[in-house]
Protein backbone atom coordinates (compact mmCIF):
# COMPACT_ATOMS: atom_id res chain seq x y z
CA UNK A 1 0.00 0.00 0.00
CA UNK A 2 1.47 3.57 -0.87
CA UNK A 3 1.82 6.02 2.04
CA UNK A 4 3.13 9.78 2.16
CA UNK A 5 3.23 10.93 5.16
CA UNK A 6 4.53 14.30 5.20
CA UNK A 7 6.10 16.59 7.90
CA UNK A 8 7.75 19.91 8.74
CA UNK A 9 4.85 22.64 8.38
CA UNK A 10 4.32 25.35 11.43
CA UNK A 11 3.71 28.68 11.61
CA UNK A 12 6.14 31.17 9.97
CA UNK A 13 6.66 34.95 10.02
CA UNK A 14 6.57 36.17 6.14
CA UNK A 15 10.01 36.26 5.24
CA UNK A 16 10.41 33.35 6.53
CA UNK A 17 11.38 29.94 5.66
CA UNK A 18 10.65 25.97 6.19
CA UNK A 19 11.28 22.67 4.99
CA UNK A 20 8.79 19.99 3.99
CA UNK A 21 9.23 16.61 3.73
CA UNK A 22 7.26 13.53 2.90
CA UNK A 23 8.48 10.21 3.37
CA UNK A 24 7.34 7.41 1.28
CA UNK A 25 6.91 4.22 1.50
CA UNK A 26 4.77 1.21 -0.75
CA UNK A 27 6.24 1.69 -4.06
CA UNK A 28 9.22 1.98 -5.87
CA UNK A 29 10.04 5.56 -5.22
CA UNK A 30 12.71 5.90 -7.89
CA UNK A 31 10.20 4.48 -10.66
CA UNK A 32 7.86 7.46 -10.05
CA UNK A 33 8.03 11.47 -10.40
CA UNK A 34 6.38 13.24 -7.07
CA UNK A 35 4.73 16.11 -7.00
CA UNK A 36 3.50 18.93 -4.14
CA UNK A 37 0.01 20.32 -4.22
CA UNK A 38 -1.64 22.86 -1.90
CA UNK A 39 -4.83 23.99 -0.80
CA UNK A 40 -5.47 27.16 1.07
CA UNK A 41 -8.23 26.60 4.03
CA UNK A 42 -11.46 26.47 2.58
CA UNK A 43 -9.99 26.86 -1.22
CA UNK A 44 -9.29 24.59 -4.24
CA UNK A 45 -6.41 22.20 -5.12
CA UNK A 46 -3.57 24.50 -6.26
CA UNK A 47 -0.09 22.58 -8.38
CA UNK A 48 2.90 23.75 -6.81
CA UNK A 49 5.75 21.98 -7.95
CA UNK A 50 6.99 18.58 -9.93
CA UNK A 51 10.82 16.74 -10.10
CA UNK A 52 10.97 13.63 -12.04
CA UNK A 53 12.55 10.38 -10.76
CA UNK A 54 15.55 11.24 -11.18
CA UNK A 55 16.03 14.72 -10.42
CA UNK A 56 16.63 15.89 -13.91
CA UNK A 57 13.32 17.90 -14.68
CA UNK A 58 11.89 20.00 -11.79
CA UNK A 59 9.01 22.52 -12.54
CA UNK A 60 7.39 24.99 -10.61
CA UNK A 61 4.53 27.31 -10.42
CA UNK A 62 4.32 30.63 -11.48
CA UNK A 63 3.60 32.01 -8.12
CA UNK A 64 6.65 29.88 -6.42
CA UNK A 65 9.49 30.03 -8.58
CA UNK A 66 12.31 31.41 -7.74
CA UNK A 67 11.02 30.81 -3.68
CA UNK A 68 10.68 27.53 -3.38
CA UNK A 69 12.86 24.77 -4.37
CA UNK A 70 11.77 20.66 -5.06
CA UNK A 71 14.42 17.61 -4.24
CA UNK A 72 13.78 14.22 -3.71
CA UNK A 73 16.51 11.67 -2.35
CA UNK A 74 15.93 7.82 -3.87
CA UNK A 75 17.90 6.24 -1.55
CA UNK A 76 15.97 7.43 1.85
CA UNK A 77 12.36 7.79 -0.77
CA UNK A 78 11.84 10.90 0.10
CA UNK A 79 10.52 14.58 -1.00
CA UNK A 80 11.16 17.57 0.40
CA UNK A 81 10.05 21.32 -0.63
CA UNK A 82 12.84 24.36 0.88
CA UNK A 83 10.19 27.21 1.17
CA UNK A 84 11.59 30.54 1.59
CA UNK A 85 10.44 34.06 1.56
CA UNK A 86 7.31 32.96 2.64
CA UNK A 87 4.23 35.56 1.80
CA UNK A 88 0.93 35.06 4.22
CA UNK A 89 -0.82 33.98 0.60
CA UNK A 90 1.40 30.96 0.47
CA UNK A 91 -0.77 29.70 4.17
CA UNK A 92 -2.24 26.57 2.43
CA UNK A 93 -1.85 22.79 3.39
CA UNK A 94 0.63 21.12 1.60
CA UNK A 95 0.07 17.57 0.12
CA UNK A 96 2.88 15.10 -1.41
CA UNK A 97 1.69 13.36 -4.13
CA UNK A 98 2.92 10.29 -6.44
CA UNK A 99 2.72 10.57 -10.12
CA UNK A 100 1.56 8.18 -12.09
CA UNK A 101 4.44 8.23 -14.72
CA UNK A 102 8.15 9.40 -14.20
CA UNK A 103 8.42 12.64 -16.13
CA UNK A 104 7.61 15.52 -14.01
CA UNK A 105 5.59 16.99 -16.95
CA UNK A 106 1.91 16.10 -17.56
CA UNK A 107 0.91 14.71 -13.71
CA UNK A 108 -1.62 12.78 -12.88
CA UNK A 109 -1.90 12.53 -8.72
CA UNK A 110 -2.35 9.25 -8.29
CA UNK A 111 -1.49 9.22 -4.04
CA UNK A 112 -1.56 12.15 -1.80
CA UNK A 113 -0.04 12.36 1.60
CA UNK A 114 -2.80 13.58 4.72
CA UNK A 115 -1.39 17.28 4.10
CA UNK A 116 1.08 19.43 6.15
CA UNK A 117 -0.58 22.85 7.00
CA UNK A 118 1.77 25.92 6.58
CA UNK A 119 0.49 29.21 8.13
CA UNK A 120 2.60 32.08 7.16
CA UNK A 121 1.56 35.07 9.68
CA UNK A 122 3.32 37.61 11.93
CA UNK B 1 -2.13 29.26 -18.92
CA UNK B 2 -5.11 26.92 -19.91
CA UNK B 3 -7.27 27.96 -17.37
CA UNK B 4 -10.31 25.28 -16.12
CA UNK B 5 -13.79 26.36 -15.45
CA UNK B 6 -16.18 23.75 -13.90
CA UNK B 7 -19.88 24.11 -13.86
CA UNK B 8 -21.83 23.89 -11.57
CA UNK B 9 -20.08 24.79 -8.46
CA UNK B 10 -22.61 23.44 -6.42
CA UNK B 11 -25.15 20.81 -6.43
CA UNK B 12 -27.42 19.11 -4.34
CA UNK B 13 -28.90 15.51 -5.57
CA UNK B 14 -30.65 12.52 -3.64
CA UNK B 15 -28.96 9.07 -3.28
CA UNK B 16 -29.71 6.99 -6.60
CA UNK B 17 -29.70 10.11 -9.19
CA UNK B 18 -27.40 10.50 -11.98
CA UNK B 19 -25.30 13.35 -11.66
CA UNK B 20 -22.80 15.11 -14.24
CA UNK B 21 -20.66 17.22 -13.73
CA UNK B 22 -18.57 19.37 -16.26
CA UNK B 23 -15.20 20.78 -16.99
CA UNK B 24 -14.45 23.52 -19.72
CA UNK B 25 -10.77 23.92 -20.65
CA UNK B 26 -9.74 27.66 -22.21
CA UNK B 27 -8.08 25.81 -24.74
CA UNK B 28 -7.96 22.15 -26.76
CA UNK B 29 -6.27 20.03 -23.64
CA UNK B 30 -7.34 16.71 -26.53
CA UNK B 31 -7.88 14.00 -23.49
CA UNK B 32 -5.23 15.61 -21.09
CA UNK B 33 -7.68 15.52 -18.40
CA UNK B 34 -7.61 14.20 -14.74
CA UNK B 35 -10.65 13.94 -11.86
CA UNK B 36 -10.30 13.39 -7.95
CA UNK B 37 -12.83 13.60 -5.66
CA UNK B 38 -12.39 14.96 -1.98
CA UNK B 39 -14.17 14.64 1.57
CA UNK B 40 -13.95 16.92 4.04
CA UNK B 41 -10.44 16.72 5.63
CA UNK B 42 -9.40 14.31 3.24
CA UNK B 43 -6.73 14.14 0.69
CA UNK B 44 -7.95 14.23 -2.75
CA UNK B 45 -8.66 10.95 -4.52
CA UNK B 46 -7.90 10.42 -7.68
CA UNK B 47 -10.52 8.78 -10.20
CA UNK B 48 -10.53 9.24 -13.95
CA UNK B 49 -7.15 10.17 -16.07
CA UNK B 50 -6.54 10.63 -19.53
CA UNK B 51 -10.71 11.64 -19.50
CA UNK B 52 -12.17 8.55 -19.22
CA UNK B 53 -9.59 5.72 -18.13
CA UNK B 54 -11.10 4.61 -14.40
CA UNK B 55 -8.49 4.51 -11.78
CA UNK B 56 -7.88 0.92 -10.49
CA UNK B 57 -10.22 0.60 -7.51
CA UNK B 58 -12.98 3.51 -8.30
CA UNK B 59 -16.23 2.27 -8.79
CA UNK B 60 -17.80 1.70 -12.57
CA UNK B 61 -20.30 4.17 -11.41
CA UNK B 62 -18.49 6.74 -12.50
CA UNK B 63 -17.67 7.80 -15.79
CA UNK B 64 -15.87 10.71 -17.96
CA UNK B 65 -16.03 11.45 -21.27
CA UNK B 66 -15.21 14.39 -23.57
CA UNK B 67 -11.92 15.60 -25.15
CA UNK B 68 -10.81 18.91 -26.83
CA UNK B 69 -12.18 21.90 -24.44
CA UNK B 70 -15.44 19.58 -22.79
CA UNK B 71 -15.42 17.39 -20.15
CA UNK B 72 -18.16 15.51 -18.16
CA UNK B 73 -17.74 13.87 -15.08
CA UNK B 74 -21.21 11.13 -14.96
CA UNK B 75 -21.82 8.98 -11.27
CA UNK B 76 -24.66 6.98 -12.96
CA UNK B 77 -26.66 6.12 -8.97
CA UNK B 78 -25.25 8.78 -6.40
CA UNK B 79 -24.57 6.31 -3.27
CA UNK B 80 -24.20 8.48 0.27
CA UNK B 81 -20.17 7.92 -0.24
CA UNK B 82 -20.29 10.06 -3.12
CA UNK B 83 -21.05 13.21 -1.46
CA UNK B 84 -18.03 15.08 -1.55
CA UNK B 85 -16.14 17.91 -3.38
CA UNK B 86 -14.64 17.20 -7.22
CA UNK B 87 -12.00 18.69 -9.18
CA UNK B 88 -10.82 18.43 -12.82
CA UNK B 89 -7.52 19.02 -13.74
CA UNK B 90 -5.04 19.32 -16.93
CA UNK B 91 -2.20 17.75 -17.44
CA UNK B 92 -1.41 19.10 -21.24
CA UNK B 93 1.63 20.40 -22.29
CA UNK B 94 3.90 22.79 -19.93
CA UNK B 95 2.83 24.14 -16.28
CA UNK B 96 0.99 24.73 -14.70
CA UNK B 97 -1.21 22.25 -14.05
CA UNK B 98 -4.19 23.85 -13.33
CA UNK B 99 -7.70 22.70 -11.52
CA UNK B 100 -10.76 23.26 -11.51
CA UNK B 101 -12.38 25.41 -8.93
CA UNK B 102 -14.15 22.38 -7.82
CA UNK B 103 -18.11 21.25 -7.82
CA UNK B 104 -19.81 20.70 -4.33
CA UNK B 105 -22.33 17.57 -4.24
CA UNK B 106 -24.55 18.01 -1.42
CA UNK B 107 -27.20 15.68 -0.57
CA UNK B 108 -30.68 16.87 -1.33
Known amino acids: EVQLVESGGGLVQPGGSLRLSCAAS????????MHWVRQAPGKGLEWVSG????????VYADSVKGRFTISRDNVKNSLLLQMNSLRPEDTAFYYC???????????????WGQGSLVSVSS | DIQMTQSPSSLSASVGDRVTITCRAS??????LNWYQQKPGKAPKFLIYAASSLQSGVPSRFSGSGSGTDFTLTISSLQPEDFATYYCQHYYNTPPYTFGRGTRLDIK
Open chain 1, 26 to 33: GFIFDDYA
Open chain 1, 97 to 111: AKDMNSGATAPSFDS
Open chain 1, 51 to 58: ISWNSDNM
Open chain 2, 27 to 32: QNIRRY
